[in-house]
């Protein structure tokens, strides 16, 4: 079966640090994967999806990027944290050949200080 | 533009029926989809609905009707932990499976 894992699961950061958040996907190849803000009162934004290896589309333009070194890892990351970072950060994935439901993982909570 | 609407808060009672309503207007349609977040948790999929009409799955069940731009979320026999937010999410048509978002409905169930 597929699973999906985040890391770390909270984190406290002060702003203008760097940042780096990592998600994996085990149990299937060649999946698409996304990375999701969910803040306070807001829905779910989508902030990157990715359907190969190398290959990033960024869906809102902001201080962040994202990158994609294996099949199944996918990286956010920042150089310089913003107060307005903080919140839920979610990756998911779902299959290639019919991108249906996607799965979502356990989650990330930033607060940046 | 896009925008999809929902309730922001529901209440409801034990063992009652509640139904959690979702508009959108979107830029092509591919299909709706239901996810439950749990506090502090993240979404699991609920359902899913590209033609209209109803589709049951247990206690929940899910409508559509792409006229209308609507849908909804039928919960049955409702139970303490259905306390949660229903998030309801479109998908655009020729995208990369990309879902858009609702800011979701925070359901509250009563004893």
């Known amino acids: 079966s597929q699973t999906i894992h985040q890391w770390p699961a909270t984190l406290v950061q002060p702003v203008g640090s760097p940042l780096s958040l990592e998600c994996t996907v085990e149990g299937t190849s060649n999946p698409n994967l996304y990375w999701y803000r969910q803040a306070a009162g807001r829905g779910l934004q989508l902030l990157f999806y990715?359907?190969?290896?190398?290959?990033i589309s960024s869906e809102v333009p902001q201080n962040l990027s994202a990158s994609r070194p294996q099949d199944r890892q996918f990286i956010l990351s920042s150089k310089k944290l913003l107060l307005s970072d903080s919140g839920f950060y979610l990756c998911?994935?779902?299959?290639?050949?019919?991108?249906?439901?996607?799965?979502f993982g356990p989650g990330t909570r930033l607060t940046v200080t | 533009g896009q925008n999809i609407d929902q309730p922001t808060e529901m209440t409801a009672t034990e063992g009652a029926i509640v139904q959690i309503n979702c508009t959108y207007q979107?830029?092509?349609?591919?299909?709706l989809f239901w996810y439950q977040q749990h506090a502090g948790e993240a979404p699991t999929f609920l359902s899913y609905n590209v033609l209209d009409g109803l589709e049951e799955k247990g206690r929940f069940s899910s409508f559509l009707s792409r006229s209308k731009g609507y849908s909804y979320l039928l919960l049955k026999e409702l139970q303490m932990k259905d306390s949660a937010s229903y998030l309801c999410a479109v998908r655009g048509r020729g995208s990369q499976g990309n879902l858009i978002f609702g800011k979701g409905t925070k359901l509250s169930v009563k004893p």
């Open positions: 998911a994935w779902s299959t290639y050949r019919q991108p249906i439901e996607q799965y």
């Open positions: 979107t830029s092509g349609f591919n299909g």
């Open positions: 990715s359907v190969g290896i190398g290959q």
